[in-house]
């Protein structure tokens, strides 16, 4: 059973649409999530952000979750939800409009 959105947990959507990152680090860590990205088998678009679906594999587990945990700390208006089961990992990441772009940049834009 899905729980309501209160506004502890949609924080991200009023989060100024900023990150934090130097430039060298920003070309870096763009890098690395297009990386990530390629390692998806598909991408769909949902409310507010896309969906990544990738095998279930432990250590690419560590490696989306790593990766998020660094990415929240620069840039607080992107929420990430990771769903594991024994056949897939999903990636969920949403953002607000006005960072559609950055959210194509790093994840890829819509087919």
Known sequence: MAHPASPATEAWRDAPVA??????????????????AGKAESREEIP??????????????D???ALAAAEQGCCAFFDFTLHLTPT??????????????????????PA
């Not at 897939?88 to 834009?109: K, N």
């Open 19 to 36: 990150c934090t990152l130097e430039v060298a680090e920003l070309g870096e860590r763009t890098e690395q999530w297009q990386q990530l």
């Open 48 to 61: 507010d952000g896309v969906r990544l679906s990738f095998p279930a594999d432990a250590g690419l587990a």
């Open 63 to 65: 490696e989306v979750a």
């Open 88 to 109: 897939v990992l999903q990636l969920e990441v949403r953002a607000p409009e006005s960072a559609a772009g950055m959210l194509a940049d790093l994840f890829g834009a």
